[in-house]
């Protein structure tokens, strides 16, 4: 079956310390997968996309990291700001088709 | 950037009536639109599916004939919610498949449309 789990499920954190999200997929075969960042009552804005050959890639202060073989993906927030406060989700496409597997998010407040 | 958007953003409508839900894509064309719903602290759930010309593919559990949608355009999906109840409150998302780009794969999502049956 095809799932996308992503821990923690919430996380708290200081503004201007950095912090890492995970998530890990069984979706096959696999085709691209992607960061999305929430804010509430808001429409998913993307922040990254990684297909199978890459295995990092950086948006400002966010980089995420991708080992297929182990089938795991990492945000990697630097340099946090309040703004960072939201949820991110990560979302894991299978090739062949349009379905797109959704994590169940992980939702990320920053405190001053 | 690609744009999608959603009209309305939010919609308060009495149990019994129906509402629509536009999704459009401002500056490409979407062979495929998504709609999702999300409840409060929770991930998306995709409900169906939405083709250009064709019938929209439901996702399991889904009603169909609750959930009317209508992809009439590359630009265009409507998501109509029938006899509505206060349990078909919630948040309605759209997105749309950009037809055409070489990487195939692109989605964007709208902003979301709440809305509030009373």
């Known amino acids: 079956k095809n799932q996308v789990e992503q821990s923690p499920q919430s996380l708290i954190i200081l503004e201007g310390k950095n912090c890492t999200l995970q998530c890990n997929y069984t979706v096959s075969p696999f085709s691209n997968l992607r960061w999305y960042k929430q804010d509430t009552g808001r429409g998913p804005v993307s922040l990254t996309i990684m297909t199978f050959s890459e295995n990092t890639k950086s948006n400002g202060r966010y980089t995420a990291t991708l080992d297929a073989d182990t089938k795991q993906s990492s945000l990697h927030i630097t340099a946090s700001q309040l703004s960072d406060s939201a949820s991110y989700i990560c979302?894991?496409?299978?090739?062949?088709?349009?379905?797109?597997?959704f994590g169940t998010g992980t939702r990320l407040k920053v405190l001053a | 950037g690609a744009v999608v958007s959603q009209h309305p953003s939010w919609v308060i409508c009495k149990s019994g009536t129906s509402v629509k839900i536009e999704c459009r894509s401002l500056?490409?064309?979407?062979?495929?639109m998504f709609w999702y719903r999300q409840f409060p602290k929770q991930s998306l759930m995709l409900m169906a599916t939405s083709n250009e010309g064709s019938k929209a593919t439901y996702e399991q559990g889904v009603e169909k004939d609750k959930f009317l949608i209508n992809h009439a355009s590359l630009t265009l999906s409507t998501l109509t919610v029938t006899s509505a109840h206060p349990e078909d409150s919630s948040f309605y998302i759209c997105?749309?498949?950009?037809?055409?780009?070489?990487?195939?794969?692109?989605?964007?999502f709208g902003e979301g449309s709440w809305l509030t049956v009373v």
């Open positions: 979302v894991v496409s299978a090739s062949g088709t349009y379905k797109y597997i």
């Open positions: 500056d490409f064309q979407a062979t495929t």
């Open positions: 997105s749309a498949r950009e037809t055409g780009r070489v990487s195939g794969n692109t989605i964007y």
